[in-house]
């Protein structure tokens, strides 16, 4: 039934991608444009996870946060492709200043999602959650909520303080006095203003 409404819509040559705790992804092809296809997994218990995704991306799209999202169903949703490779595969590749460049895009994009007071979950450990194109797409928000205590720069602070992403930044000469940095990111937590956002990222070097 979800493959019929999805071809109505005129999305070709439909192949299978990859599949996770509560979704099932494939590709296709949409006005010329190769796209990914997210589907609700079968069986699953949490409801609701794609309208709640496509909910977060409308909003975050705004922003340039996300993939584009193209349109969405109840059961499926339909975005733009992101080419590029996940963070942690990418790095070793990339130049110091490609990577201080990077994590500092990042930081900034977590930076609006607290904003928003949007919670993306999973910034602490984000391995499969963020694609390396010419900048980093953030990917997955269908557990995200709204609250007044968001985490995603935090969460991603400690990412970048835990193995094996601290032994890739050693790696690049990239260095990070961990008790300064432990105790900025506190401060950015009591008080999260873009001040505190530049301390960070000046830690990083």
Sequence with gaps: MIFKEIKALKVKNIEYLAQGKRSIIYTGIFRNKKVAIKTEKPGISAKDRILNEAKFLKIINKYKIGPRLITSRKK??????????????????????????????????????DKLKINKLEMHHPIKHIIIDKKPVLIDFERSYLTNNPKNVTQFCQFIMSHPLIDILNNKKIKIDRNNFINIVKEYKRDKTKNNLKKIKKEIN
Excluded: A, H, T, W
Aim: charged residues 30%; positive net charge; hydrophobic residues 45%.
């Design 76 to 113: 499926f949703m339909i975005y733009e492709f992101v080419k590029g490779r996940f963070i942690l595969d990418s790095f070793p590749e990339k130049s110091k200043k490609e990577i201080l460049k990077l994590i500092k895009n990042v930081l900034e994009q977590c930076f609006i999602l």
